[in-house]
């Protein structure tokens, strides 16, 4: 999810979550991008005007770059179309985001299938320039789909704690390796001068804190133990500064859960119980230090639930700017929730 505007808007991805953990094929299709209308609680799919006839498109993470109304998408295309990051003029009437407009597409030969998690935008032009998570160290699959092959070496790296996976620097089409090589990144995020990011280690559970140099480099300045696994990370705009970064960030309180839920994936008659995964939501304050780059942190628990009468496995935790709402999304589920 990406606030757009003043904030009462918002622009939420819509990932296939079988095409990841289901094996075989992955056929043609389009997932659309949703609008939410924060005060209404309403979401109605975005038109995409321009884009490739005969590629899929299957988001991911997403970016917004509010200087030039620029959305990036992670598109997990397979067969139709490869790894890819998609590019859109958001159109806007009022402050309601009205369409999208395709820009450009970026693929690179680092990007293989089904790699790539989330995106920041960096700058747009005169080229573009993005970070992009890898959470799996290698593909996930080829043009059959994911296969069960792929799907071991990520559980084994996982369990052996092999430090495979990078964060990707793309100028353009040029793309680089940079960060330390950790088992598994997902969430990022730039701070508001754009000198600072952190990234979701998922292996390690906790977040990678990062000084970004002059040629797009990452020096690591930092990490944050959370103890519990992560996802998604959001930015408090209120209570951040210039020497604080405040995040709300979720996942499933135990990583063996995952396995569990995604059997339920694709199956008739799923019960509340079936995704009921104990999750929590927590936020993160970092404070940059008196050189900007000797970070210290503290961590909050806001919520712990089985989330029986909710959404269960959350994976999305993010505060409407300007408002005491919080929007939580689900990898297992269709829809959002919306608390005060």
């Known amino acids: 999810v990406e606030f757009v505007g003043d904030g009462t808007w918002a622009i939420v991805s819509n990932m296939d979550p079988i095409m990841t953990f289901k094996m075989g094929p992955v056929s043609e299709a389009t997932f659309p991008l949703f609008a939410l209308d924060v005060n209404a609680e309403a979401l109605s799919p975005l038109p995409m005007n321009g884009f490739p006839a005969g590629v899929s498109f299957r988001p991911h993470g997403i970016s917004y770059y509010k200087e030039t109304s620029t959305l990036g998408v992670v598109n997990h295309a397979w067969a139709h179309g490869g790894e890819r990051v998609e590019f859109f ?7 309601r985001p009205a369409a999208l407009e395709y820009m450009k597409s970026i693929v690179s030969p680092m990007m293989g299938h089904g790699q790539l998690n989330d995106l ?8 573009v320039k993005f970070y992009v998570t890898k959470w799996w160290g290698h593909p996930l699959g080829d043009d059959n789909g994911p296969n069960v092959f792929a799907k ?39 701070s508001q001068d754009r000198s ?58 135990r990583g063996i859960d995952l396995l569990y839920a995604t059997e339920s994936l694709g199956m008739a008659n799923i019960t509340r119980e079936d995704v009921a995964i104990p999750t929590h939501a927590r936020r993160v304050t970092i404070e940059w230090g ?13 919520f712990s639930t089985r989330a029986r009468h909710n959404l269960g496995a959350w994976s999305v935790f993010a505060k409407a700017p300007k408002s005491d709402k919080f929007i939580i999304g689900s990898f297992l589920e269709a829809g959002l929730l919306v608390c005060d």
Do not use: M, W
């Open 120 to 127: 920041q935008i960096l700058e747009v032009e005169p080229v």
């Open 196 to 253: 600072k990011l952190a990234a979701v280690v998922l292996g390690d559970h906790g977040l990678n804190l990062f000084d970004i140099l002059p040629n797009g480099d990452l020096r690591t300045i930092g990490h944050v133990h959370v103890g519990l696994p992560l996802d998604n990370i959001y930015p408090d705009i209120e209570r951040s500064s210039a020497r604080k970064q405040v995040f709300y960030t979720a996942g499933i309180r």
């Open 290 to 302: 008196d050189d900007n780059s000797n970070p210290s942190f503290s961590v909050e628990e806001l």
């Open 152 to 190: 071991a070496r990520f559980v084994g790296g996982l369990i052996l704690g092999l430090s495979s996976c990078t964060i990707l620097y793309c100028e353009g089409e040029k793309c680089r390796e940079t960060g330390d090589a950790v088992p598994g990144y997902n969430g990022i995020y730039i």
């Open 89 to 95: 003029k958001v159109i806007f009437e009022g402050q």
